[in-house]
C-alpha cells in the first residue's frame, strides 16, 4: 500500500512569505503528526492531529499551524518565513490517537529553504 | 517520556551483526522501546519496538534487559544500505495520549566494506 505522500519535496521562499505544506497519511491511518528536523536541533515534534482536532503541540511560535481534514489528510502552514524556518519537514501517520503499541510511518519530507 | 542515552557513532563490517547499545535507566513499567533509522536526507523509518520481551521482524531483533533500563537493537547481517542514524526512543504509554516521538541525537552506523 501506498506509504506517507508530503508535497512538495522541496521548496524556496523568501523571509516574510508563508508556504503551505501538504501530508497524506498511508490509507486508514487517522493520526498525523509533524517534525522539524535542522542540523542544529535535530527532530523536533510540531503538532499532531486526530479526528480532525489538534491533539498536542511542540514547543514552536504560533506562526506554525496546521489543520486536518475529514479524510485525515493534513496540512501545515508557516507564516512570517524566517531564515531560522529552513528545515526538513516530516509528516508522519499512525493508525489512531492514544494507542501505545502501535508504530508511526513518516513520509519523505519536504525540504524548505527561506532566502 | 524517560531520556535515552545512545553511543554517537559506531563501525560495523559489511556481512556482521550489528550491535546497538540503548541506556534507558529510567524507563516507566509500561513505556515501550522504539528503535527508528534515518537514512541521509530521508524520513525516519520504523524498525521494531518492544515492552518488555525481545522482538524480531524481518528487519531486526530487540533484545530488552530483564530491569528493562537498557536495549540493544541487532541487525544481524549489516550491509552498506543500513548506514544511518539509529534512534532509540523510549515513548509514553496510552494514556498520554500523543504519539508524540522524542528523538535524542542517535547512533551514527557506519557500515564498513
Known amino acids: 500500500k501506498a506509504g506517507v505522500t508530503q508535497t512538495p519535496r522541496y521548496l524556496i521562499k523568501t523571509r516574510g512569505q508563508q508556504v503551505t505544506l501538504s501530508c497524506s497519511p498511508i490509507?486508514?491511518?487517522?493520526?498525523v503528526s509533524w517534525y522539524q528536523q535542522t542540523p542544529g536541533q535535530g527532530l523536533q515534534f510540531l503538532f499532531e492531529?486526530?479526528?480532525?482536532?489538534?491533539?498536542n503541540k511542540g514547543n514552536f511560535p504560533g506562526r506554525f499551524s496546521g489543520r486536518q481534514f475529514s479524510n485525515s489528510r493534513s496540512e501545515m502552514n508557516v507564516s512570517t518565513l524566517e531564515l531560522g524556518d529552513s528545515a526538513l519537514y516530516l509528516c508522519?501517520?499512525?493508525?489512531?490517537?492514544?494507542?501505545?503499541?502501535?508504530?508511526?510511518?513518516f513520509g519523505q519530507g519536504t525540504r524548505l529553504t527561506v532566502v | 517520556d524517560a531520556k535515552t542515552t545512545q553511543p554517537p557513532s559506531m563501525d560495523c563490517a559489511e556481512g556482521r551483526a550489528a550491535n546497538l547499545p540503548c541506556n534507558h535507566s529510567t524507563i516507566s513499567g509500561n513505556e515501550y522501546v522504539y528503535w527508528y533509522r534515518q537514512i541521509h536526507s530521508q524520513g525516519p523509518q520504523y524498525i521494531i519496538h518492544g515492552l518488555k520481551n525481545n522482538e524480531t521482524n524481518e528487519m531486526a531483533s530487540l533484545i530488552i534487559t530483564e530491569d528493562r533500563k537498557s536495549s540493544t537493537l541487532i541487525l544481524p547481517h549489516a550491509t552498506l544500505r543500513d548506514t544511518a542514524v539509529y534512534y532509540c526512543?523510549?515513548?509514553?504509554?496510552w494514556g498520554a495520549g500523543s504519539y508524540q516521538l522524542t528523538f535524542g541525537k542517535g547512533t551514527k552506523l557506519s557500515v564498513i566494506p
Open positions: 508522519a501517520s499512525s493508525l489512531a490517537y492514544g494507542v501505545a503499541n502501535t508504530e508511526a510511518f
Open positions: 526512543i523510549v515513548r509514553a504509554p
Open positions: 492531529y486526530f479526528s480532525e482536532t489538534q491533539r
Open positions: 490509507s486508514g491511518h487517522r493520526s
